[in-house]
Nanobody
Framework: QVHLVESGGGLVQAGGSLRLSCAAS????????MGWFRQAPGKEREFVASITWSGGSTYYAGSVKGRFTISRDNAKKTAYLQMNSLKPEDTAVYYC????????????WGQGTQVTVSS
């Protein structure tokens, strides 16, 4: 089993920054993609960003591109999401997820961390 634990959420004013972390433990995989998703109240969960095992490829939702940066430290089994220029519409519960190389899906999810951006 894989356990993912997010941290770093909180309350910030619009224009501010936060850095989320996602630490993985338990079963290990040779290679896996890490992703960040978010879910705002009353809305569907949406993709935010992802990063491949090597870190050579990153993908972002259009709404966060240029403001958020995803990164990872494989030695620490940790992924990060640096969020700058935050907007009230970024308010959501943020989840990290892991997709093993053999899977087309994100099979493992964290419990989420709340990010609230005040105007």
């Amino acid at each position: 089993q894989v356990h993912l634990v997010e941290s770093g959420g909180g309350l910030v004013q619009a224009g501010g920054s936060l850095r989320l972390s996602c630490a993985a433990s338990g079963r290990t995989f040779s290679r896996y993609t890490m992703g960040w998703f978010r879910q705002a109240p009353g809305k569907e969960r949406e993709f935010v960003a992802s990063i491949t095992w090597s870190g050579g490829s990153t993908y972002y939702a259009g709404s966060v591109k240029g403001r958020f940066t995803i990164s990872r430290d494989n030695a620490k089994k940790t992924a990060y999401l640096q969020m700058n220029s935050l907007k009230p519409e970024d308010t959501a519960v943020y989840y990290c997820a892991l997709r093993p190389s053999y899977s087309d899906n994100y099979d493992y999810w964290g419990q989420g961390t709340q990010v609230t951006v005040s105007s």
